[in-house]
């Protein structure tokens, strides 16, 4: 069992609805990630939260909003999409960034498609 | 920059047959290395790690993974493939605010 939850596990959107992915651990890890995975493709890492502050943003599309209200939650706020932005997006975690302690724990997913 | 090549995009073996997964990485400093395995759907599961020590590590589902500095390479193996392990294989390298992944292996497992 993944200690990583994520909801929805599925969303169908519309590219002018706004919607959001929500993320959560409780495992007192400090550091979690969104990253975006298209079919058959490596994960790409998107935003990186330590301490709950957004330490990196890979220049994302400002139609993906992330937002860690706590050090246990993380969203991911959804607006405006294009289809192309269908895909399995995925939350991570670590006990913090760097090195030995950088082992990411995974969620399974929330797999979204933009109509 | 750090970055990390899996030669097999697609890999079949027949179950009960030994296996390995190549991975080759390009990294500045002491590699940080993980094999991480996904189901259809699913999200990546750990399979192994290595930071420093020895070179041979374990992991979960019997696998292991040999660490070769002088091959800049971290290939992970099993002795006998389960029907079970059929999945997309990712070697990864980096700390985790800067972890860049192979374009994964996908291993078909022939009854």
């Known amino acids: 069992d993944t200690e990583v939850t994520q909801t929805p596990k599925h969303l169908v959107m519309g590219m002018t609805n706004k919607k959001s992915l929500k993320c959560e651990q409780h495992?007192?890890?400090?550091?979690m990630y969104w990253y975006k995975q298209k079919a058959k493709k490596p994960p790409e890492l998107m935003f990186v939260?330590?301490?709950?502050?957004?330490?990196i943003n890979e220049s994302v599309p400002s139609r993906f909003s992330p937002e860690c209200p706590n050090s246990s939650l993380l969203n991911l706020h959804l607006h405006a999409l294009q289809p192309e932005d269908s895909a399995l997006y995925l939350c991570a975690s670590s006990q913090s960034t760097g090195g030995r302690t950088g082992e990411l724990f995974f969620g399974e997913g929330s797999r979204l498609t933009v109509l | 920059a750090q970055s990390v090549t899996q030669p097999d995009i697609h890999i079949t073996v027949s179950e009960g047959a030994s296996l390995e997964l190549r991975c080759n990485y390009s990294y500045g400093a002491t590699p940080y290395l993980f094999w991480y395995v996904q189901s259809p759907g699913q999200g990546l599961q750990l399979l192994l790690k290595y930071f420093s020590g020895d070179t041979l590590v374990q992991g979960i589902k019997g696998f292991e993974a040999e660490f070769k500095r002088s091959q800049s390479s971290f290939n992970l193996r099993k002795p006998s493939v389960h029907w079970s392990d059929a999945a997309e294989y990712f070697c990864?390298?980096?700390?985790?605010?800067?972890?860049?992944f192979g374009a994964g292996t996908r291993l078909t497992v022939k009854p």
């Open positions: 990864a390298v980096g700390p985790s605010n800067d972890m860049r």
């Open positions: 939260y330590s301490y709950e502050k957004l330490s």
């Open positions: 495992m007192g890890h400090r550091a």
